[in-house]
């Protein structure tokens, strides 16, 4: 497994869980020196991502790109896969192509997390379902053809009312026509959700594609209940081979969080 910390770009998400938000020169810098193998990205469009700059701080850090992010689409505009108006899905969709489009360019996913929406208003849960299971068709093959998985992040109660565990989103991927989904497991929205964190990744055997390495507070590995040796265990039972993602506040602040969570990722990796 690989390790990768956060880097927003995004003005109107400085309150959200992402470590960095200084820039990307800033972001790589730090990751480096800290030791981290990649960076996740979390910008407000895909223009705004200057890809010479990019790929001049990973060649220059020896970084890799985990993923992009989506959700400033919904953050900023209010877009989201399962919006009753058409014109805004399409929207939605428009915009996760751009982001698949960058993020390829640097073999990395996107990832879909809040801009799938949510059950609300008049409509009914089978028909965002099907507006969702549209969406993700469109876009897992679209990622599929730039030779990159899509990654779907399900969310807690508290964000969405689609799938909030493991089991109902694979058993609701494993039914679409795509083979271009991946699931983004977020132990901070398992923490909720999962009665078992470690047995909830089992189910996901073979869907799990990018992990998101966040405590029960949603702060660095270490600082809240998340018992992560266990979680460990499972991931590698399941042969995953992919990153842990520091999505999380920087609290107390970036460096401490980022500090912790590489020795976290270190400490738990080095146990067998």
């Known amino acids: 497994m690989k390790s990768a910390i956060t880097i927003s770009l995004t ?10 938000h200084d820039g990307l020169a800033d972001g790589c810098r730090a990751a480096s020196q800290l030791g981290f193998d990649a960076v996740e990205i979390f910008p407000p469009a895909a223009n705004a991502i200057d890809e010479a700059e990019l790929q001049g701080l990973l060649d220059r850090h020896a970084l890799k790109v985990a993923a992009i992010g989506t959700g400033a689409g919904w953050v900023i505009h209010k877009w989201s896969l399962t919006s009753a108006d058409a014109a805004v899905r399409q929207r939605a969709r428009d915009f996760i192509r751009a982001i698949i489009d960058v993020a390829a360019s640097f073999d990395a996913p996107a990832i879909i ?19 969702l299971a549209e969406g993700l068709e469109e876009l897992g093959d679209y990622a599929a053809s730039h030779g990159q998985p899509l990654l779907y992040e399900f969310l807690n109660r508290y964000e969405t009312n689609l799938f909030n565990r493991v089991a109902p989103t694979v058993d609701f991927l494993h039914h679409l026509k795509t083979r271009g989904v991946q699931v ?11 009665a078992d964190l470690a047995a909830a990744l089992s189910v996901g055997r073979g869907w799990i594609g990018h992990v998101h390495f966040a405590d029960s507070n949603r702060q660095a590995i270490g600082s809240g209940h998340t018992q992560i040796e266990p979680i460990i265990a499972a991931l590698r039972e399941i042969c995953y081979e992919g990153y842990l993602s520091a999505e999380i506040f920087p609290l107390p602040d970036a460096l401490t969080a980022a500090r912790q969570t590489i020795e976290s990722f270190r400490r738990c990796l080095a146990t067998k």
């Open 11 to 20: 003005p109107q998400a400085r309150s959200g869980p992402f470590v960095f």
């Open 113 to 131: 997390g809040s801009m799938q929406g949510k059950v609300e208003g008049d409509v009914t849960r089978e028909q965002a379902l099907a507006w």
């Open 184 to 194: 983004l497991a977020d132990l901070f929205h398992m923490n909720i959700e999962e």
